[in-house]
């Protein structure tokens, strides 16, 4: 599952994130601002049309990612 598919209130732990290409500047960014292997994710509110952009929480930190920014990363259910 990627976190773009995730329901609102759901959780779930980051297994990776996918690059789209070499060097992929937003798969790098995102992995920069804690998005890592092994970190619990939460979507807690999406826009109002379109239901884009995505808030995601994060640790303590929330975050505002477009769908196709949160595609990319991969999920595994909290067991």
Not at 40 to 52: L, S
Request: overall charge neutral.
């Amino acid at each position: 599952m990627r976190l773009n598919e995730l329901s609102p209130g759901s959780e779930a732990v980051i297994d990776h994130i996918e690059d789209r290409e070499s060097g992929d500047p937003v798969a790098v960014r995102l992995r920069e601002l804690g998005f890592v292997p092994g970190e619990p994710v939460k979507i807690i509110a999406q826009g109002p049309f379109g239901a884009d952009p995505i808030a995601v929480k994060i640790g303590f930190t929330r975050f505002a990612l477009r769908r196709v920014e949160a595609a990319r990363i991969v999920l595994r259910a909290v067991a």
